[in-house]
């Protein structure tokens, strides 16, 4: 999959990569709010081995959003689904943390791979 696939065009398909259990053993490393198009990007990288994937999730037209604390990048459960009214909620938990919002959406922003150093 190159980077620009799934970014163009929205449906109301979640992106494959909204499964939680890909979500939730991926580290989710970036969160970024953009006022000027009230959206949430949402970074996740996962490695095995020597190989990396990363992967951005943009939400648009957020709303309902709330945080409590942050802990470090990391494993968080993450949740993204469709609501009934057809939008999309999203949260992201781990122990002392939460990041909870709505959006009209979930588009597939960005994709990397990337050579990982071994933990040796």
Known sequence: ??????????????????AHDVLSNSDLFYVHFDERGCSVTLGFSRVHGSE?????????????VHVRGWGAPG??????????????????????????FRAADATLSRTRDFLASSSS
């Not at 999959?1 to 990569?17: H, I, R, T, V």
């Not at 990396?52 to 309902?64: A, M, Q, S, T």
């Open 75 to 100: 494993q968080k459960d993450v949740h993204v689904d469709r609501a009934p009214d057809g939008t999309v909620q999203v949260s992201a938990s781990s122990d002392g943390s939460s990041l909870r």
């Open 1 to 18: 999959m190159n980077a620009s696939e799934g970014a163009a065009k929205s449906s109301p398909e979640l992106p494959a990569l909204c």
């Open 52 to 64: 990396g994937f990363e992967f951005f999730l943009r939400f648009p037209d957020v709303r309902d």
